[in-house]
C-alpha cells in the first residue's frame, strides 16, 4: 500500500484505516460497518501482498461527523 498522507490525518477526528482480511467479503463487511456508523471514503477494491496471505483495504474515516439515525 502507498505510504499515508500527512492531510488525511492532518486533524483531530480524521483516521485511516487500514485492514487486514482473509477475504475480499470479510474486508468489505467490516468497511460497510464502519460506513454505517461515520463518515467513510471507502474503497471498491481489495489488494494483495505478494507472497502474503489475504487482502488488504484502507478506509478514510471522519470521526467529526454525527452518527447516522441508523446506527443509534
Known amino acids: 500500500m502507498e505510504p499515508i498522507n500527512e ?11 487500514e485492514v487486514a482480511a482473509s477475504d475480499d467479503a470479510t474486508a ?7 460506513a ?3 463518515a467513510t471514503a471507502t ?3 481489495t489488494t494483495r501482498d505478494p507472497g502474503q496471505p489475504g487482502v488488504r483495504l ?8 454525527a452518527l447516522s439515525p441508523l446506527a443509534e
Open 7 to 17: 492531510v488525511h490525518v492532518a486533524e483531530p477526528g480524521l483516521l485511516v484505516i
Open 28 to 34: 468489505f463487511a467490516f468497511q460497510d460497518a464502519i
Open 36 to 38: 454505517q456508523q461515520w
Open 43 to 45: 474503497a471498491n477494491r
Open 58 to 65: 484502507r478506509a478514510y474515516v471522519d470521526l467529526r461527523q
